[in-house]
């Protein structure tokens, strides 16, 4: 599934507001290059005519609840035509059970259709190598997935395209910072690449 109508704006370089809402890995964490910015050039080099912006949302430490409270100013008031929406590792940390977080995100998703035309993008987070937060993690990415059978979105597997480029060599150490959690620019790049699989 594609947000078509987001890339058919790229094409024909109708004006195009993207916004990403979620946590410190949509913010760009302690580095210099996050994967909105990778986003960016990639949609640009894909699309030459594109005319788009990305406003980033992404608050280190938020929960799909606060991103629920933020969906009025920090996204709807913008009129977007494309919204990313990536949230998980912070609620698995906390302890927020999985199935509360899927009603959560659906009211984003609900609210999101209800007020404003824009397409969802449904986002994942990073594999962990440690397999007991992994498998903490994957939980709620299940849930997720669940939600974009049910309300028809896509979703960009951010973890699985980690886990596959690992298998093909790439050095995990290299893709996390030091709490093994958080993309270095590297890691950024591969989530970037993860997105642009839907485009």
């Excluded at 007020?115 to 992994?134: C, F, G, H, K, M």
Aim: aromatic fraction near 10%; proline fraction near 4%.
């Amino acid at each position: 599934m594609r947000p078509d109508k987001t890339i058919a704006r790229f094409a024909t370089g109708e004006p195009a507001t993207i916004v990403a809402l979620g946590d410190s890995l949509t913010r760009g964490w302690m580095v210099r290059k996050g994967y909105l910015e990778f986003m960016d050039e990639m949609l640009r080099a894909k699309y030459p005519s594109a005319n788009f912006s990305i406003i980033n949302q992404g608050i280190p430490g938020d929960t799909s609840d606060g991103g629920l409270e933020r969906l009025g100013d920090d996204v709807i008031d913008h009129d977007p035509h494309c919204v990313f929406l990536q949230f998980a590792l912070n609620d698995a940390f906390i302890g927020i059970n999985p199935s509360v977080y899927k009603n959560t995100m659906r009211a984003m998703i609900d609210t999101l259709r209800a007020d404003t035309d824009a397409e969802i993008i449904l986002i994942t987070s990073v594999y962990i190598q440690n397999s007991r937060e992994n498998d903490m993690a994957e939980r709620f990415y299940d849930r997720l997935a669940e939600l974009a059978d049910e309300c028809s979105l896509p979703i960009a597997r951010v973890h699985d395209y980690w886990k596959k480029m690992i298998r093909e060599g790439a050095d995990f150490r290299k893709l996390v910072q030091y709490d093994g959690v958080h993309p270095t620019v590297e890691g950024y790049r591969l989530m970037a690449e993860a997105i642009m699989e839907i485009f």
